[in-house]
């Protein structure tokens, strides 16, 4: 009775792919590749984590949400002022052609919403002021850099936007200026290939602080 009472391994197995296929099938046809693509951040939702998985096994996972999706982007709630507020930032952004995701994924690293080693765990979730967003926009174009030139610095380094304008970019430039002598042209190439320069607001001198993110060491 015990050998009777057994199922064979395959048989097991094969049962087992048939369900998990079945589950895939529910899955893709129950969320629309639409619906995945139009989640961003400014309404504080995220796919279900099982969506995602089905329809990345399926091979029908959309590829725009993929790349989205590694920006780890956590789930936010916001007021409908906080909204105004986030909608706002995104207009100064649009000037240099990034897609609405984008622009989420900038601000969301400025500013906290999505983890950013560049901050470690220093950084606290708060909603950008389009003020600050303008100021610090307008002190790079100051620095004789292009809207194609701050489009690729944003790129490489979005958190520049939750930098302080006096504390870390001006401070940082006039230390170029003053101790290298990098102005002008010298500076816009250094920026481009290192705008996290901007940034630096520690100097181990040799003594690690375990800020190796921030730190003069890395330039």
């Not at 622009?103 to 560049?118: M, Q, V």
């Amino acid at each position: 009775m015990l050998g009777k009472s057994l199922s064979s391994p395959l048989l097991t197995l094969h049962h087992v792919s048939h369900r998990f296929s079945s589950l895939q099938s529910d899955v893709s046809t129950a969320i629309p590749n639409s619906a995945l693509l139009n989640v961003n951040l400014s309404n504080g939702l995220s796919p279900p984590n099982a969506a995602i998985k089905g329809l990345q096994n399926s091979g029908i996972y959309p590829k725009k949400w993929a790349v989205h999706s590694t920006a780890q982007v956590e789930s936010i709630s916001l007021s409908d002022e906080e909204k105004k507020k986030w909608e706002a930032c995104r207009k100064p952004l649009s000037t240099f052609g990034f897609s609405t995701e984008e622009e989420d994924k900038i601000l969301g690293k400025a500013f906290g919403h999505i983890h950013s080693p560049y901050w470690s765990e220093e950084r606290k979730r708060e909603i950008p002021e389009l003020e600050t967003v303008n100021e610090i926009l307008d002190y790079l174009r100051n620095l004789s850099l292009s809207d194609d030139d701050i489009r690729k610095l944003l790129k490489k380094f979005p958190e520049v936007l939750g930098c302080s304008i006096e504390q870390e970019l001006k401070n940082n430039v006039q230390i170029l200026g003053k101790d290298w002598g990098i102005e002008g042209k010298t500076l816009r190439n250094l920026l481009l290939r290192n705008p996290k320069v901007l940034g630096y607001n520690v100097d181990c001198k040799g003594d690690c602080m375990a800020q190796c993110t921030r730190c003069w060491v890395r330039f």
